[in-house]
């Protein structure tokens, strides 16, 4: 059965840092792009950044960009989301989710819509 569990968030100075980890079981977690999400409190969920099956091609929306960097470990079927300069406005509960891939073979900033979500983890910004 598809997983994916979230660990790292917590709380956090403005300026400060976390590292985000996402850890996958249940299918091919090599052959996968793979997203992070987020959803602060009353918005709706929102794409972060993705990465394709390798590794060798990343996205980023606009208000991470410089600021967060995607990862993964293939040989640990883990996904990491650095986040350094982190901003009030960053806080949320980040998810990560199995992420489509565009036919470029790129990975796209939207989720697959069958496969279940995590609990998350919770980056609060603040000081």
């Known amino acids: 059965q598809l997983q994916l569990v979230e660990s790292g968030g917590g709380l956090v100075q403005p300026g400060g840092s976390l590292r985000l980890s996402c850890a996958a079981s249940?299918?091919?977690?090599?052959?996968?792009?793979i997203g992070w999400f987020r959803q602060a409190p009353g918005k709706e969920r929102e794409a972060v950044s993705c990465i394709t099956s390798s590794g060798s091609s990343t996205k980023y929306v606009d208000s991470v960009k410089g600021r967060f960097t995607i990862s993964r470990d293939n040989a640990k079927n883990t996904v990491y989301l650095q986040m350094n300069s982190l901003k009030p406005e960053d806080t949320a509960v980040y998810y990560c989710q199995v992420a489509l891939t565009t036919v470029q073979a790129m990975c796209a900033l939207r989720p697959v819509d069958f496969a279940p979500w995590g609990q998350g983890t919770q980056v609060t910004v603040s000081s």
């Open positions: 249940g299918f091919t977690f090599a052959y996968s792009a």
